[in-house]
């Protein structure tokens, strides 16, 4: 069990951002060991051919990423410095990491990966842990030569296994950030935690979270704490206090669940014969912030169609909006929440 205790500073300073490199890593494990990862199963389908058509285009990246996941090297998921980061950046971050850093991390991965091993999924066999030993011992051996290898297997695998789903995958964790940043203005940190995630709670300025193999406290000074949503790491999270790097948790995007697969909404028949029923859909829809794209995507209907839907009910005070970089969410009001549990009683 880890914990983390907070001053008000710290409580103030906490931001969000989410991270493409954070999403390849997380999405590594998936493909790994899929059964523990049921939601995911409609991507591994599509991508997992992909990836063992490449043959060994992937070892290293595979490598530094072990399942069962006790340890993954802090500097293959560096905290990202931007709320929205581009891979680009995150690649061109990661070839700058100091040699020793890379040293020191490998060398606590190489303490763990025996234990991983013996409780590895069917699949992971001698032959992959010495082409993985190879891998790991080269990179330790010339660091800069390793970040600049990693850095494109990982810009490889983003363009064959990731790129196309990103804007459902990006519009996801949008909308989790700006749910996430109202529910902190709304109640604090106590409503902020409350779902996070089940292994995540908050008590007393301190944060608790369940590990199965970690114990240990980091006690914030004035850092802050980086909250990343992602889709790939459910049903965990990954936590990351060990200097340098800024404390980051990286935590299940809310709506997760719906992320591969179109969704089936409960009818309200009464409030469609008053506003339509492409609208009522479209508001039984928002039960998390989301894009146009991402509703025209759910509902069937066109971008153009949703657009103007969702303008209108925005001047009768019925949706609200958000902007967050270039993408602008939407979201429900209290109004139309109140409307709606009315036809639903």
Same mark, same amino acid.
Request: glycine residues 4%.
């Given at each position: 069990?880890?914990?983390?205790?907070?001053?008000?500073?710290?409580?103030?300073?906490?931001?969000?951002?989410?991270?493409?490199? $954070?999403?390849?890593?997380?999405?590594?494990?998936?493909?790994?060991?899929?059964?523990?990862?049921?939601?995911?199963?409609?991507?591994?389908? $599509?991508?997992?051919?992909?990836?063992?058509?490449?043959?060994?285009?992937?070892?290293?990246?595979?490598?530094?990423? #072990? %399942?069962?996941?006790?340890?993954?090297?802090?500097?293959?998921?560096?905290?990202?410095?931007?709320?929205?980061?581009?891979?680009?950046?995150?690649?061109?971050?990661?070839?700058?990491? +100091?040699? $020793?850093?890379?040293?020191?991390?490998?060398?606590?991965?190489?303490?763990?990966?025996?234990?991983?091993? &013996?409780? +590895?999924?069917?699949?992971?066999?001698?032959?992959?842990?010495?082409?993985?030993?190879?891998?790991?011992?080269?990179?330790?051996? !010339?660091?800069?030569?390793?970040?600049?290898?990693?850095?494109?297997?990982?810009? !490889?695998?983003?363009? *064959?296994?990731?790129?196309?789903?990103?804007? &459902?995958?990006? /519009?996801?964790?949008?909308?989790?950030?700006?749910?996430?940043?109202?529910?902190?203005?709304?109640?604090?940190?106590?409503?902020?935690?409350?779902?996070?995630?089940?292994?995540?709670?908050?008590?007393?300025? $301190?944060?608790?979270?369940?590990?199965?193999?970690?114990?240990?406290?980091?006690?914030?000074?004035?850092?802050? *704490?980086?909250?990343?949503? /992602?889709?790939?790491?459910?049903?965990?999270?990954?936590?990351?206090?060990?200097?340098?790097?800024? #404390?980051?948790?990286?935590?299940?995007?809310?709506?997760?669940?719906?992320?591969?697969?179109?969704?089936?909404?409960?009818?309200?028949?009464? *409030?469609?014969?008053?506003?339509? &029923?492409?609208?009522?859909?479209?508001?039984?829809?928002?039960?998390?912030?989301?894009?146009?794209?991402?509703?025209?995507?759910?509902?069937?209907?066109?971008?153009?169609?949703?657009?103007?839907?969702?303008?209108?009910?925005?001047?009768?005070?019925? %949706?609200?909006?958000?902007?967050?970089?270039?993408?602008?969410?939407?979201?429900?009001? !209290?109004? /139309? !929440?109140?409307?709606?549990?009315?036809?639903?009683?």
């Amino acid at each position: 069990m880890l914990t983390i205790g907070f001053s008000a500073y710290d409580l103030a300073v906490m931001r969000f951002a989410f991270s493409p490199m $954070q999403e390849i890593v997380a999405s590594v494990r998936v493909l790994k060991d899929p059964a523990a990862h049921a939601l995911h199963v409609p991507w591994v389908k $599509q991508v997992a051919p992909r990836v063992a058509a490449a043959a060994g285009a992937f070892d290293l990246l595979f490598a530094l990423v #072990p %399942v069962p996941s006790w340890y993954i090297p802090d500097f293959v998921t560096p905290p990202p410095t931007t709320p929205v980061p581009d891979l680009q950046t995150e690649l061109a971050d990661l070839r700058r990491i +100091a040699p $020793q850093r890379v040293r020191t991390d490998l060398d606590r991965l190489a303490t763990l990966r025996d234990p991983a091993r &013996r409780s +590895a999924p069917a699949g992971w066999d001698d032959a992959q842990a010495r082409i993985d030993d190879a891998e790991l011992h080269a990179m330790w051996t !010339d660091p800069a030569a390793g970040l600049d290898r990693l850095a494109r297997q990982m810009n !490889d695998y983003w363009r *064959l296994a990731v790129s196309e789903y990103w804007p &459902r995958l990006r /519009s996801l964790l949008e909308a989790d950030v700006v749910h996430r940043a109202r529910r902190l203005a709304d109640g604090g940190p106590t409503s902020l935690f409350a779902d996070l995630a089940p292994s995540v709670s908050w008590q007393d300025d $301190q944060l608790t979270i369940v590990h199965p193999r970690f114990v240990g406290h980091r006690q914030l000074d004035g850092e802050g *704490l980086l909250l990343v949503p /992602s889709a790939f790491v459910w049903p965990t999270v990954f936590s990351s206090t060990m200097p340098p790097w800024q #404390p980051t948790l990286t935590y299940p995007a809310r709506g997760v669940a719906t992320l591969w697969e179109k969704q089936t909404t409960a009818a309200a028949p009464a *409030l469609e014969r008053v506003i339509g &029923r492409s609208r009522t859909r479209l508001l039984l829809e928002l039960d998390a912030p989301a894009s146009t794209t991402e509703l025209a995507y759910r509902t069937g209907l066109t971008p153009g169609a949703v657009s103007q839907h969702l303008g209108l009910m925005r001047s009768a005070g019925l %949706v609200g909006a958000s902007r967050s970089g270039r993408l602008v969410l939407y979201f429900r009001t !209290d109004a /139309s !929440d109140m409307l709606l549990n009315q036809v639903r009683d």
